[in-house]
């Protein structure tokens, strides 16, 4: 599969955005998915991560629910809403997807993901 981020751009904080990641290739369906962001000078952090089948999501603690993640497996693509945002979310976010086994308890470690997007840029001015 092969994966494109796409939506970022330039918001003033507390605006909202959405990321899309478009999928190809093999049915997207068969991947667990994942957002990630990297800031400049820093490493890059999970975001957040949902299972092939949608039934269970997971969010990194310093969101504190402003974001979600859903997908359309019909279409071939994932999402990551963005609400409420802060100067500290700028950064290059990047969707990965992986078919590995014992994903719950993995889903935060970017070292499992074998495909990954471009990214695509969010800078969020105070």
């Known amino acids: 599969v092969q994966l494109q981020a796409f939506g970022g751009g330039l918001v003033q904080a507390g605006e909202s955005l959405k990321l899309s990641c478009a999928a190809s290739?093999?049915?997207?369906?068969?991947?667990?998915a994942a957002w990630f962001r990297q800031a400049p000078g820093k490493d890059r952090e999970f975001v957040a991560a949902?299972?092939?089948?949608?039934?269970?999501?997971y969010y990194a603690d310093y969101l504190k629910g402003r974001f979600t993640i859903s997908r359309l497996n019909a279409k071939n693509t994932l999402y990551l809403q963005m609400n409420s945002l802060k100067p500290e979310d700028t950064a290059l976010y990047y969707c990965?997807?992986?078919?590995?086994?014992?994903?719950?308890?993995?889903?935060?470690?970017?070292?499992?993901?074998?495909?990954w997007g471009k990214g695509t840029q969010v800078t969020v001015s105070s």
């Open positions: 290739g093999r049915a997207f369906g068969n991947y667990h």
């Open positions: 949902i299972r092939r089948s949608a039934y269970a999501t």
């Open positions: 990965a997807a992986t078919s590995t086994a014992s994903y719950s308890s993995r889903y935060y470690n970017a070292e499992i993901y074998h495909t």
